[in-house]
């Protein structure tokens, strides 16, 4: 089996490289050799062990030889268009490229099953984590019921430099830059976009029917402090930021912020640059996958198994997809009831005994005028009308403001 | 699709109940209904909802319309006659059964093969986990190196009773048989017999060649005390029942024995009945997965997922195998080198300022005659001699030993 790699960028070349060292168990698990004949990338790799560099995608499109294309150039444009093509010229496409999962997925998915190809994505989520094929396959039998986890690293990295070495925000971005975590312009990954659309492809494939990142409520890790880390560590939990799905009776609910973790949680002890997804179905209980989300070889590793599953699939698409998205059926997170934790200005003196809330101080004389409760369980939109409400939270200024997750 | 069941016992019974509640989704993922035609168990079950109950083995063999049989009734006879005459006679066979896979899964695996059929042991590690599909497809692309894991409820519930509350292994052991967590006889799971067949079975499939579980060293958590706990507690680290392989140049490593993970470990916080699973490969780094290693709904669940795919798969053997066993591929865990605790029976005196060694104590009158040291980096055979040499160590009564795993 010939492949095409369009993008020979860090993932791109991850391919290149695993595909020329395992060979013989790709081999192995295929039945036949699987060979790089064409790779696109608009740059010159004079130095590349591949000798097979075009700048003309038709160079790939109207190869006749080649069977799966690995889009790993990112971004909607021309990444979108190729895509459509290759699907309906008849060859199959694997992809890193979350965002334009994300955005056209119910289309290409598709397109790519009228033509009798595969449209796959292991790579869009968790790096080389499982997560994908385990969504469509292995957890089939069940009624899955909630998804949520860790899903970028990058900012993973940075909150456990916040709680482990007590770094601030700003300290823990310049540090993750340096080591090439983050990238020179972080929003993506800080302000929860990146979280957001990898939540948004778990909660259409899970549930099977598209949910828009677009619409899903997105909060990053921007207006955490390290005040915020050390009243967590009071009570025994640590700030992640989590993508959180579920289902409901009519719809599903979807969502990504900085969650307050108890200790003890599977997803509380993962650290640095790994992700951890937990999935939870009515038949197995709760599963946890962790492993690292990111890197060329990784990523790679992911991409590559795609394509081993489609040369074993060959002449039969492999058949997954979702229903197009519909009005309603996203619901809102706001009527989902967490207990929420508050940093509060102010004297906590009005708590005292208050039925249902727990008061944190920290010591030290920069705390005096602050402290924290964490609330009974209410929902975001009772929340807010407690934050308004003068008699209950309104007389304090609100410093913080973190979802729980309990379980 | 008309499927058969044998055995209607706790997996048996979890496969009727996920079957009947989630059928709509499982026709979903299928594309066809799937629906229990024939369950074979010798007990009466004139309370079940199903009616379709069968003494006779042949009612399965023959129905026609069967094309897939779950075979969770466990043990090695019938069960595998049965699942050789049925692989033989064109059915695929999915099965929870780890003995039967562990003792002849080369023989059905190529029966299988021979028959365009397929067999199918998802459930026979890990209950619900994904860990055997993972390794045939996810994580195709990767020369795998290493898989350990906790593979085993029964035992890591009765360490976690040892690590958390203090109980001793007995009153731990009896706690597990009352929550129905441990077998009346318990010696399959304390003695790592159980760990020992899914070690052999990751083995077999990750690395591509036959391991027998029954040359495989294996120690169970039966020697462990509260003391070993205690010390371990000292430089922050658990006791853990690992099962370990990992591939070498001319062959592979495996073997089950209690094991000192670190407690940042990713191993080290799975505790009570929960599984974790760790692989390493060249291009993916380390991936771990974690749930439910037992029960009903989650093994069946996985059982479940078996019989999906071989619904998806129609008309087309699922292709996974291993290459039988020869002679020399297994090597000598002897030969691996670790660190190694140590309890001894004396005073530490002369290992003060011994090079290499951490020396550690207990407080309190009781352990006065007793100490602990971790050694240097040693093999075991190395680690014997040590032991034998008067002048080493020979000259300490040896009441603990156990192998530390570092990464």
Request: with cysteine; aromatic share 8%; hydrophobic share 40%.
């Amino acid at each position: 089996m010939k492949i095409g790699i369009m993008g020979f960028g860090v993932v791109g070349g991850g391919v290149g490289e695993l595909v020329a060292t395992n060979a013989e168990s790709i081999k192995r698990r295929c039945g036949e050799d699987v060979t790089i004949a064409k790779i696109l990338d608009l740059r010159d790799f004079p130095d590349s062990p591949y000798k097979c560099f075009t700048k003309d995608f038709n160079d790939i499109l109207n190869d006749e030889e080649i069977g799966v294309v690995a889009e790993v150039m990112g971004g909607i444009n021309p990444a979108y268009q190729f895509t459509k093509q290759l699907l309906m010229s008849g060859k199959s496409v694997v992809t890193s490229n979350k965002e334009l999962v994300a955005k056209h997925g119910t289309e290409l998915l598709k397109i790519a099953a009228e033509n009798n190809v595969s449209y796959l994505f292991e790579a869009s989520v968790g790096g080389g984590i499982p997560i994908i094929r385990p969504l469509y396959t292995s957890l089939a039998a069940n009624e899955l019921t909630d998804i949520y986890g860790i899903l970028n690293g990058t900012t993973n990295y940075i909150l456990t430099q916040m709680i482990k070495e007590g770094a601030t925000f700003e300290d823990a971005l310049k540090g993750a830059q340096q080591k090439g975590y983050a990238e020179k312009d972080p929003t993506a990954d800080i302000e929860g976009h990146d979280t957001c659309r990898k939540t948004a492809i778990l909660a259409s494939l899970a549930f099977g029917t598209y949910v828009d990142s677009e619409e899903v409520p997105c909060e990053g890790i921007t207006k955490i402090t390290l005040e915020d880390v050390k009243y967590a560590a009071k009570f025994g939990s640590v700030i992640k930021l989590l993508g959180i799905t579920s289902r409901a009776e009519n719809g599903v609910y979807a969502m990504v912020c900085p969650a307050i973790l108890p200790g003890e949680h599977p997803l509380a002890g993962i650290d640095d640059v790994f992700n951890g997804i937990m999935v939870r179905g009515d038949g197995l209980g709760d599963v946890m996958f962790y492993g690292r989300g990111a890197g060329a070889l990784p990523t790679a590793s992911a991409v590559l198994s795609d394509i081993v599953d489609v040369v074993k699939h060959k002449g039969a698409g492999i058949s997954l997809g979702w229903e197009p998205g519909k009005d309603g059926y996203l619901l809102d997170a706001e009527t989902l009831p967490a207990r929420f934790y508050l940093r509060l200005k102010g004297s906590a003196d009005s708590f005292a005994g208050k039925p249902g809330y727990s008061v944190y101080t920290l010591d030290g004389e920069k705390y005096a005028g602050e402290f924290a409760v964490v609330t009974p369980e209410v929902t975001g939109q009772r929340l807010c009308e407690m934050i308004a409400d003068k008699n209950e939270l309104g007389s304090y200024d609100i410093l913080g403001k973190i979802r729980l997750v309990a379980e």
